[in-house]
């Protein structure tokens, strides 16, 4: 059997990028192939710390970066730890909150910690790297960035730069200006350092991403190259990385588990085929199948599961998997005393939630009315009498019911459905 060439590996690797929709522009591409070719490559995305943790919206470029890696290249993780002082206007109609040092310190080392789940820093072949440009930038002095960086461009170059030019109606002000000279000077130093050769970024960065290979041509640093992913767009027109409750972040202390697991779920059948192809690793074959599900059997939904599903392993783990599968079924089927409880809480976090006294054995009336799932008693018997009310997943038709301390799940908690999907929870104190 004939294998494959190493020009052969390296266009089918670009080539699934492109099927998948990762490849949004290119500086140089055959050079750029030939190159991937004959060595590995090292490349490099940056990620401001401007949150003490990342969101969905970085989720694109982490994953390209275990692209590179499962192909056999060296990524480099670059957390912003001097550019986060600054502020990078791309994407922006106004000017960023400038944060303090130690906050930003702190948020930097949360980021490496996070960007460490997706990456093999311990590899044989070809380990994965985490820095920080704090560590070139913070010692710059003035003289020094003007004279022999900042002479390498020229005003009019920087202001045809969309990023830029996009903000001159609002105004910005000459530290976000400079966003640009620090990024190319962070590719210049990579590639003196790291032999990196590759910067990758989404669409947004295009600019900054050719004023660094600018800036390494005029200093004589080598050949190097660019690659812009796409801006994830959903169909509805719609912001992607937004829910009800705001940003979906990939720490589960600030979007829980579920949230996350749900948020994929909820995929629109226009879309889904396309984030499978950006957020998992799935083959052709499995997304080919999965496209004429979507076709076929829309209203099973199997192509979103599996979406959720694979994202929320990748992000969380095999076990919040399962825990967030938990909570889905629990939830359609009514029965939430399977839930341990986290599970419980995490599954009505957002809900309407009362609390009652623990010593207390109220009536199931009264707990309606404290919880807002009836305006009045008088719609509360209504909606008893009709078998509209649930306790803990028990439909309840008497309106003398009491609900006992024996019923309190985890010895505190009471869930009362009314309907099919309006949930209420009642916490004993």
Not at 14 to 42: C, F, P, W
Request: hydrophobic letters at 40%.
């Amino acid at each position: 059997m004939t294998q494959p060439t190493a020009t052969g590996i390296a266009t089918d690797f670009l080539e699934e990028l492109e099927y998948r929709g990762l490849i949004h522009q290119t500086t140089n591409r055959e050079a750029l192939l030939e190159k991937m070719s004959n060595d590995r490559v090292v490349l490099y995305c940056g990620f401001d710390p401007t949150a003490d943790s990342l969101h969905i919206g970085s989720l694109l470029p982490i994953l390209m970066l275990r692209r590179f890696q499962q192909a056999g290249h060296n990524p480099i993780a670059l957390v912003g730890g001097g550019t986060g002082l600054i502020g990078d206007p791309s994407g922006r109609s106004t000017e960023r909150s400038l944060n303090t040092d130690e906050t930003v310190a702190q948020w930097t080392d949360s980021l490496k910690r996070q960007l460490s789940r997706f990456l093999d820093f311990d590899a044989q072949d070809n380990p994965a790297k985490l820095v920080s440009n704090y560590d070139w930038l913070a010692p710059l002095d003035i003289i020094t960035f003007l004279r022999d960086i900042g002479k390498n461009f020229t005003v009019n170059y920087m202001l045809a730069k969309d990023s830029v030019d996009s903000r001159l109606a609002n105004g910005i002000s000459f530290t976000e200006f400079s966003y640009m000279i620090l990024q190319a000077y962070d590719f210049y130093r990579l590639l003196s350092e790291h032999n990196c050769s590759l910067q990758i970024g989404g669409s947004d960065q295009w600019g900054n991403i050719t004023a660094g290979l600018d800036l390494i041509g005029k200093m004589g640093g080598g050949d190097a190259y660019g690659i812009t992913m796409p801006l994830v767009t959903k169909s509805d027109g719609k912001k992607f990385g937004k829910s009800e409750s705001g940003a979906v972040w990939l720490d589960s202390t600030k979007t829980s588990v579920y949230t996350f697991y749900q948020f994929w779920i909820n995929t629109d059948d226009n879309d889904v085929i396309k984030f499978l192809k950006y957020f998992t690793f799935l083959n052709r074959e499995q997304i080919a199948a999965l496209e004429s599900e979507v076709s076929e059997r829309p209203e099973k939904r199997a192509a979103q599961r599996e979406l959720a599903r694979e994202v929320t392993r990748l992000v969380h783990g095999d076990a919040a998997v399962e825990s967030a599968e938990r909570i889905t079924e629990a939830l359609f089927s009514g029965d939430v005393t399977k839930l341990n409880e986290s599970e419980l809480v995490e599954a009505l976090a957002g809900m309407p939630t009362a609390e009652q006294p623990a010593g207390e054995e109220p009536l199931l009336i009264d707990l309606l009315i404290a919880s807002k799932a009836a305006p009045s008693k008088r719609q509360a018997r209504q909606d008893i009498e009709s078998g509209a009310v649930y306790v803990n997943g028990e439909k309840t038709t008497s309106i003398e019911a009491v609900v006992t301390a024996a019923q309190r799940l985890h010895g505190q908690y009471v869930v009362l459905r009314r309907g099919k999907k309006n949930y209420y929870l009642v916490r004993f104190v």
